[in-house]
Every structure is written in structure tokens, then in C-alpha cells.
């Protein structure tokens, strides 16, 4: 089973990162990919722009949906919604074609220093993500990042780590692992 790990985010210091880290370490008998958005830059989206082509990133980021099974990625919440480097390539993608995750099986999970856990970006992303093709499995949202992880323990708090297992659980079942 290849699995497709990504944060959206563009922070070299991003807490989305750390928590798809410890979510793909579940699945250390798959063959995993676990990509950094800041590998996928390109020029904001226009109307303009698309007239003349399509970046490589676009279609490069398209391909490693295409070339894997399913996907565990955790959103970073700017302003209430996704960070700017995630909503470009998103962008860009769906310019190409909609169905930007391709029916794959996704684990959708956000975190934030706050105590709503990127609980914005999560409702938007559960609306919006079916849409473009997700296949979403099972949620998860971490609040208050910095109270309840810990770089070495993983998530800390007794009752968010047995969710985060769980919804991996699920998932990996749905996947047949």
C-alpha cells in the first residue's frame, strides 16, 4: 500500500508536519511519501496565468495523488481557512481537473495552537474536499497543539491519542492493513 503524507502548510516549523509525522508512523510497513508543500511552488493562481499553461508543480503534485493509494493530510488553519501555500496548490490542481484527490481514501486531520484545533479549516475542508475527489475516511483535530503534544511522546492527552488511534484504526481498515 503506498500512502501519501502531506501537511498543509509551508512552514518549515509547522505543527500540521509534526502531527502527519507521527500519524504516518502508524503505517511503517507501507511504502510512504510524505512530501513538503514548499517542493510545489508556483505562481498565485489566475485566470491570467492559466492561459498560459499549467506549472510542472501542478501537474507533479497531481502525479503523486495518481501514483499512491491514499492520503493522510493534516491542514493548517490561516485566518480561518487553508494556508495560502496549500489553497494555491489546490488551486492549481483543480484547474487542471476537479477531482483532485482522485476518489483516494483520506485521513483529514488539522491541528492548531488553539483550543478549536483548526476546527475552520476542518469545516471547510469536509465540505469542500468530497468535491474534489476525497474519499474521507475518518477526521481528526488536535486542539491546543502545544498543551497536547509533545515532539517525543506524540499527542499527550490520554483521550485525543485514543481518538487519533482510532481514526487511524478506521482507516487502516477501510485500506485492508
Request: hydrophobic share 35%; aromatic share 10%; proline share 5%.
Given at each position: ?75 493548517a488553519e490561516n485566518n480561518r481557512t487553508y494556508s495560502v501555500a496549500f489553497k494555491n496548490v489546490l488551486d492549481w490542481c483543480s484547474r487542471i481537473d ?26 471547510a475542508a469536509l465540505l469542500y474536499f468530497p468535491e474534489a475527489g476525497a474519499d474521507i475516511v475518518a477526521s481528526f483535530s488536535l486542539p491546543s497543539f ?32
Open positions: 500500500m503506498k500512502i501519501l503524507g502531506f501537511a498543509g502548510s509551508n512552514s518549515s516549523h509547522s505543527i500540521n508536519k509534526q502531527l502527519v509525522s507521527l500519524t504516518l508512523d502508524y503505517f511503517g510497513d507501507q511504502e510512504i511519501t510524505f512530501l513538503d508543500l514548499n517542493d510545489f511552488e508556483m505562481p498565485i493562481y489566475s485566470k491570467d496565468r492559466e492561459e498560459k499553461g499549467f506549472p510542472e508543480p501542478a501537474h507533479r503534485f497531481r502525479n503523486l495523488i495518481t501514483s499512491h493509494d491514499a492520503i493522510v493530510v493534516s491542514l476537479n477531482n483532485v484527490f482522485q476518489k483516494k481514501p483520506m485521513l483529514l486531520m488539522s491541528t492548531s495552537p488553539g483550543k478549536f484545533g483548526g476546527g475552520n479549516v476542518m469545516k502545544n498543551i497536547n503534544f509533545d515532539a517525543d511522546q506524540g499527542i499527550t492527552h490520554p483521550e485525543l491519542k485514543t481518538e487519533h488511534e482510532q481514526k487511524i484504526r478506521a482507516f487502516k481498515d477501510r485500506l485492508g492493513i
